[in-house]
Structures are given as C-alpha cells and as structure tokens.
C-alpha cells in the first residue's frame, strides 16, 4: 500500500513533532510511595490549608547534583465514601500538580533541594477541576516562596 519512503518520512515527520514539546510527568519516581516517608512528612512537615486542600510539605538538602520533587495526594474515605469519588479526585489534583509543578522542580534541582509535598482534600464535595488547579497553584506558589526565603 505504501511505499518504504512514504512510511519512513511519515515516521520522521511524527518524531519531529514529539520532539518540539517537553514532558510534563510525573512519574513513579515523583510520588511518595514508603510508609514511613508519608509518616516521617506528616510528622515534621510544614502545614497549611487553603480553602478544602491542606498541605504539608518538607524540604531538606541533598549532596547529589540533583533535587527531587516527590508528591502525596489524597482523598479520605471519611469524606468521599465511594472509590470513585476518591479517585476522580485524585486524578484532578495530581492533573493540576503535573501541568505546575515544573518551576518548582527547576529550582529543586538547580538548589539540590529535595521536596516532599502530601496534598490531603478536606471536603465531601466533588469539585470543578479549575477550581481544584487554581488552589493547587496558590499552595505551590506559597510553598515556592517559603523555600525560597529559607535557602
């Protein structure tokens, strides 16, 4: 049907197009896993809460070149009694993390800071996904300024 040089410029064309954009990720190596990690996080962390989403977060030096960003969210059971609710809003909150969270990371990595963040919802109602990202946006910012001012 086609041709080997049709195939292999539509294949070239394709991974140009990939390769103009950055990948806004967040992987496995982002999300804060370890029991004791999320104890350790919640136990000496820094907390705030804006509106229905309470933060915690902690930062602390590294002696490796590179800073890390890893990040815990959650949706209680006490508030969201059905999984899917849980989920769904899980998903909205770690959606808005992942399109915000790259200058926070820069920083990170060009400070050799490491940054642990939990993102707890405190609210039984199913919210809008904007509203939802300009929430997360304003504790990122606040968290960005406040690590800011002690380094």
């Known amino acids: 049907m086609f041709s080997d040089a049709e195939t292999s410029a539509n294949v070239d064309t394709q991974e140009s197009c990939v390769g103009n954009f950055s ?3 967040l992987g496995r190596s982002s999300m804060l896993k370890h029991k004791s990690d999320i ?8 907390k705030a809460n804006i509106e229905y989403i309470r933060y915690t977060y902690k930062n602390f030096r590294t002696d490796t070149k590179s800073g890390n960003v890893r990040i ?10 059905h999984a899917v609710d849980r989920n769904l809003m899980k998903r909205r909150m770690r959606e808005a993390i992942r399109k915000n969270l790259s200058e926070l990371r820069k ?3 060009e400070s050799n800071i490491c940054l642990d963040i939990a993102f707890v919802m405190q609210t039984n109602i199913i919210r809008d996904y904007s509203d939802v990202e300009r929430i997360i946006v304003i504790s990122l910012q606040k ?4 690590v800011y001012e002690k380094i």
């Open 23 to 25: 990948r806004q990720t």
């Open 39 to 46: 104890e350790a996080l919640f136990r000496t962390g820094r």
């Open 72 to 81: 815990f969210v959650s949706a209680p059971k006490k508030y969201f009694h």
């Open 107 to 109: 920083y990170c990595a």
């Open 143 to 146: 968290i960005f300024n406040e």
